[in-house]
């Protein structure tokens, strides 16, 4: 495996142990600085690996010996390639990186589970690149849902929270702004909850709804400095758009994203969508199973990848529970939440 030219790897032994195929191996890296910043502060990247993987990791200076179920091993052998990657590149490793260069791993074994031996970036997860930010899907489905937005001009993702549906949207726009690919970043999410009583809350239209997309705002300054959210803010190159001023628009050589789109109408919906004009992206997101439209109202998400499937230029990207990024306890909760959902519904049925 080529993990860069200064990383040396030794693989001396294979064993049997209670039938299962054992393997030890070896990775030396150039220095200890680089070692550390691989194996995380008291190695806790190492610690995490072995957690998800089920091997043994042990450091000595700028070396780490590893032990395991041999495919674990190989495994681990990827993810820690990765990593110095990353730290080659100036990233600074945080949890959610060892997280998806695991899944990484997972998925170029997948494609190549022949060769131990190949060619690292053959199988390298989609990235975003803005000014402040590098950021690399980290599992499958982020790296479809990167490549989807890619390919097509109005794209739909559906699934739980902590999936990275909104943030990574949110960067994906940052970057074709900041290419030039479009002029505008035009942002908006039903405020359900506050109905006829927006127009009570305090403040000008902005502050009206700035408390339903702070989990914009944030992404936002995720990808780009802060000042430069302000000026463009200031600007118009990022508006705040509420749903309901949208209707008569022609939004060109925009990415409009639509967020918390389960709770929009069908009405809703299908006037957004026919807001698309020249040069134009659009993101819609939302996770169908927290809608919180009246009971007599369907969700004009769940209508809209109905009636649109099949359309040419249109992507439908669905995260599933195992998809969650955020933090392992919400994988655990959201899996939790869904454990109860199908058992309610198989009691229901019975």
């Known amino acids: 495996m080529r993990t860069g030219d200064n990383v040396t790897r030794l693989v001396p032994a294979t064993a049997k142990e209670a039938g299962t195929e054992i393997s030890d191996g070896r990775l030396s890296f150039e220095d200890n600085r680089i070692a550390g910043l691989v194996f995380g502060h008291f190695d806790q990247n190492l610690t995490q690996i072995e957690r998800r993987l089920g091997i043994v990791a042990v450091a000595n200076g700028n070396e780490v010996s590893l032990k395991g179920p041999t495919g674990a091993m190989e495994q681990a052998m990827r993810v820690l390639g990765r990593l110095h990657e990353r730290v080659l590149a100036g990233v600074q490793i945080v949890a959610g990186d060892v997280d998806g260069a695991i899944e990484e791993a997972a998925y170029q074994g997948s494609l190549f589970p022949s060769s131990p ?5 053959e199988a390298s997860f989609d990235e975003i690149v803005t000014r402040r930010k590098r950021v690399r899907a980290r599992n499958a489905a982020q790296h479809g849902y990167l490549r989807a937005l890619k390919s097509n001009e109005l794209v739909f993702a559906e699934g739980p929270a902590g999936t990275g549906k909104t943030w990574l949207a949110v960067g ?10 479009v002029e505008r970043l035009i942002l908006s999410r039903p405020a359900v909850e506050a109905g006829e009583r927006l127009g009570f809350l305090p403040g000008d239209m902005r502050e009206k709804v700035d408390p339903y997309l702070r989990p914009i705002y944030d992404a936002l300054y995720d990808f780009m400095e802060a000042r430069h959210v302000e000026r463009a803010l200031q600007t118009g190159m990022i508006e705040i758009a509420p749903l309901a001023f949208m209707r008569g628009r022609t939004l060109s050589n925009a990415v409009v994203l639509l967020d918390e789109a389960q709770n929009t109408t069908t009405m809703q919906m299908k006037m957004v969508l026919t807001r698309l004009g020249q040069g134009s992206r659009m993101i819609v997101t939302g996770d169908p199973s927290q809608v919180d439209l009246p009971p007599s109202q369907k969700s ?36 939790a939440y869904d454990a109860e959902d199908r058992k309610a519904k198989e009691l229901s049925g019975a």
């Open 172 to 181: 994906y726009a940052v970057q074709l702004m900041e290419q030039g690919h």
């Open 117 to 121: 031996s190949l060619v690292v970036e």
């Open 300 to 335: 004009g998400l769940v209508e809209a990848t109905r009636i649109l499937q099949g359309v040419e230029g249109v992507g439908r990207i669905r995260f599933a529970e195992g998809d969650v990024v955020r933090h392992d306890l919400v994988r655990r909760i959201v899996g």
